[in-house]
């Protein structure tokens, strides 16, 4: 009943807003050109009415030639009035089909070929008057650390910005050309650093936000990081980043691993510059002049990018020492991830079968292998082969878990949701049910727009269905309050409960279909499971103690 009620609001509302709307399609709302630093440029029409869009704006001076893995410069000043109806080029990556995930970017939109120089940014929003002050959300695209870019379909702004909100995309370098460490840069580093350049990008896209996002409507005390999956990750790591500190005020990571726990372990800038090494001599470059003057694409596929690692800089010691040490930076957060994020891992390599679930314990997880057994029973071999997905799971949970009751901790708003909803899947179509992406078209409240891989659910059932319908509204509605406010709750909601209890298991769980409301995230069992977990494989490495 209340999800039939909420989706009722939903079509009024929206019926409503459609014949109130003031902006004519075609016409931008923000019709002046906007003042920036470097310029001024001039904004087109959304897809939604009363939205303007600015694509392509330099954030950054392009990292080519001297600049291939230096820390992003200051973009250059520009004059006249530059056209901002075009995306800049999405950074160097696996073209499709051959990206993974296969359709990570489904594929990028009206934009040139890729390119190294790709460090632009794109802003929605609803502003009329620039002087709107508005909540600003920043977002953070996943791909692996190798893959994606601020232009790609789903995550085009209008139906945010149409919330509220001022909206804003960018590119950062993945792959090798963003994640790069080599004992030449570290040597010329002022800081004794290098690696982390994808970082450095995002912090610099932040600043550019800070400086110039008042004209465009926002405003730059309320400024949101929200991501997922490697954008995630990258929000946890900003969270611990001394240069970030002051670019911004919340962050909503959705899905992000980086501390270990079987996934996602940050490394260290000496092993980075190893494995670079390794790969530089097979690529025949004994120099750092020699890898700058091979093709980018060259660099890409012939040296590994390592992801987010303590560079000694940006990420000067692993960011669970600094969360346990209290020394984050202090933002409000609100965490979670899906219940099913390893649904698209089944069937990769041979038939899980209960007998093979409980031989291969030790090798799971060693001297707790009994606690792991215990946190997954399996009764018969359907059990085990969904058991064998959850571990992935679960490992993701514990980190935006942690996270959230780390900023708790340290007195800033901290809220946790377990996203339990399962969108409607084609025919044919393996369904994944909350899988990894899945919270995506909710969250920008377009369900329209292509999916990403892998939780590939139905655009044609879903762009009409009425429950999928109200419930991306109150999913989109919860993150835009939370950028307002640093509190999701508002008028209307299911009542999110704040993390308060740290070790508690409640979370808010969202789910359109039973209808969002508190419950657990994890078991009594898992719970003891992940904190040996962490115990032995991140806090006893680390040196970091009991209580910390």
């Known amino acids: 009943m209340k999800t039939r009620a909420l989706a009722l609001r939903v079509a009024i509302a929206s019926a409503l807003m459609a014949s109130a709307a003031v902006a004519q399609a075609g016409q931008p709302t923000l019709a002046k050109p906007v003042t920036t630093k470097q310029g001024k440029i001039q904004g087109v029409a959304g897809n939604e009415d009363g939205i303007t869009v600015f694509k392509g704006i330099p954030f950054a001076a392009p990292p080519v030639g001297d600049l291939r893995w230096e820390q992003p410069q200051p973009p250059a ?54 002087k709107e002050k508005l909540p600003v959300m920043i977002w953070l695209y996943g791909g692996a650390y190798n893959e994606g870019g601020g232009n790609a379909p789903f995550s085009e702004g209008d139906k945010l ?128 002049a020699e890898l700058r003057a091979l093709p980018a694409k060259d660099v890409f596929n012939g040296i590994r990018g390592q992801g987010m690692i303590v560079d000694g800089w940006i990420i000067p010691q692993d960011v669970s020492i600094t969360i346990a040490e209290g020394k984050q930076n202090p933002v409000d957060i609100l965490a979670g991830s899906n219940a099913e994020e390893g649904s698209f891992t089944a069937g990769f390599g041979p038939p899980v079968t209960k007998e093979s679930w409980a031989a291969g314990a030790q090798q799971r997880w060693g001297d707790l292998a009994e606690t792991g057994m215990a946190a997954y029973p399996t009764a018969t071999d359907a059990d085990a082969a969904t058991a064998s997905t959850l571990p992935f799971s679960d490992a993701m949970a ?45 969250v920008f409240n377009n369900l329209a727009a292509p999916r990403t891989y892998p939780a590939g659910s139905s655009v044609d059932l879903m762009k009409n269905d009425p429950v999928q319908l109200a419930f991306a509204d109150q999913v989109s509605q919860y993150w835009v309050n939370f950028a307002a406010t640093g509190n999701p709750n508002g008028k209307g909601l299911p009542e999110w409960p704040a993390v308060k209890d740290l070790g508690s298991t409640e979370a808010m769980l969202l789910n359109g279909n039973k209808g969002s409301a508190k419950g657990h995230w994890t078991t009594d069992a898992k719970l003891k499971l992940y904190e040996g977990l962490f115990e032995r494989d991140v806090a006893k490495p680390l040196g970091i103690k009991e209580g910390e």
């Open 77 to 130: 000043k520009w004059s006249g009035v530059r056209d901002g109806s075009q995306y800049g080029a999405p950074c160097i990556q696996n073209p499709a089909p051959n990206r993974f995930p296969k359709n990570g970017a489904t594929d990028f939109n009206n934009a040139p070929e890729m390119s190294e120089d790709c460090l632009y940014l794109n802003v929605w929003t609803p502003a009329k008057t620039g």
């Open 398 to 442: 514990w980190h935006m878990r942690l996270l959230a009751e780390s900023q708790a901790a340290i007195g800033k708003n901290a809220w946790h949701y377990w996203f339990t909803h399962r969108p409607l899947y084609d025919e044919g179509q393996k369904d994944l049910g909350a899988g990894h992406t899945a919270e995506i078209p909710y």
């Open 161 to 288: 910005a149409k919330k509220g909100v001022v909206l804003v995309t960018f590119n950062y370098r993945v792959g090798s050309l963003g994640f790069m460490s080599h004992p030449e840069l570290t040597a010329a580093s002022p800081h004794k650093a290098s690696g982390n350049q994808a970082m450095g990008d995002a912090i610099a896209a932040f600043k550019w936000v800070k400086e110039n996002i008042a004209a465009f409507g926002g405003d730059p005390s309320r400024v949101t990081l929200f991501g997922e999956s490697a954008g995630a990750a990258m929000i946890g790591g900003l969270v611990g980043a001394p240069p970030a500190r002051g670019t911004f005020e919340r962050g909503i990571p959705e899905s992000g691993a980086w501390m270990g726990l079987g996934i996602a372990k940050m490394g260290t800038r000496e092993a980075s510059e190893a494995r670079t090494l390794e790969a530089a001599e097979k690529l025949g470059a004994k120099s750092l």
